[in-house]
């Protein structure tokens, strides 16, 4: 057996040594697949004349997007009737992290793009795992009353006010959440510490959203061991708003971005065509 592995070992690092091709030139040109629709929802979408590009603000760079195998937030372009729900989750003391990311096409159609991995220790995402799938029907009617949340009306950063000058403690167990929120011309972003009432006041759309992406590979499930089941927080949020309690603006808090005019229904479609099937 170990002489096999030398034999593969040996193979892998010929092929790295490998000399390069006569025309170094052919390198930087190779053939680009295009997407399938799982992989890439929006692709080749681009800006019409009379758009702009929707003010994103989440704390997630461009470049954070493209190690994960997603293309940057900053540049996908809706149409009207579309929309992106992201959600980001940092386990606290843990380098584990997850995304998820879900597109509704005017088609009709919706795909959940979701990752996991390592954020720590080396330059890429360590142990990523990649879900691409196409939602079924009854996601998509789940997705589609997201933006009508009431929690997309709450402050970014908030504390929780148990009443009698008492607030949460700092978050050193459990997991934070980032979920932004993006519509055509609009973006709203909500950050929420591991407190079950900050985190149970976006209950309705973290369920909506892990809920698209568990259950399609079991290596991702690890990382979110209770799943889309948050009514443990939504039950502390009803708790603390049936006592008296509230959110509050955190000092952190900061304006949501501001909203550009969407584009006008009779902007012609930018985006490539498809091939059929896609």
Not at 64 to 70: F, I, K
């Amino acid at each position: 057996m170990s002489g096999l592995t030398g034999l593969i070992a040996g193979l892998a690092l010929a092929i790295q040594q490998a000399p390069p091709p006569s025309d170094p030139s052919t390198w930087w040109s190779p053939e680009v697949r295009r997407p399938t629709a799982e992989q890439d929802p929006l692709y080749a979408r681009r800006l019409g004349k009379t758009e702009q590009a929707t003010p994103i603000n989440n704390g997630v760079e461009p470049l954070l997007y493209r190690l994960w195998g997603l293309q940057p937030l900053q540049g996908q372009v809706l149409r009207k009737g579309e929309l992106i729900l992201e959600v980001w989750a940092r386990p606290a003391g843990d380098v584990r992290q997850a995304v998820v990311r879900l597109t509704l096409r005017r088609d009709g159609r919706a795909f959940v793009q979701a990752r996991a991995g390592l954020g720590c220790c080396t330059p890429e995402i360590g142990r990523r795992v990649d879900i691409n799938a196409e939602l079924a029907e009854p996601r998509i009617a789940a997705l589609r009353a997201v933006s009508a949340d009431p929690a997309w009306s709450q402050p970014r950063a908030v504390i929780v006010d148990y009443g009698g000058g008492a607030v949460s403690a700092v978050c050193v167990d459990g997991v934070s959440w980032d979920v932004t929120l993006v519509i055509p011309g609009q973006a709203r972003h909500l950050r929420r510490a591991c407190d079950d009432a900050e985190v149970g006041s976006i209950a309705g759309i973290l369920s909506a959203a892990i809920g698209a992406a568990v259950g399609r590979d079991p290596r991702f499930d690890a990382v979110l061991p209770r799943g889309a089941d948050f009514s443990r927080q939504q039950r502390a949020y009803d708790d603390l708003l049936a006592s008296g309690g509230r959110l509050r603006s955190d000092a952190s808090d900061r304006p949501q971005p501001p909203a550009v005019p969407p584009p006008p229904d009779d902007e012609p479609p930018a985006d490539v065509s498809r091939p059929s099937g896609s």
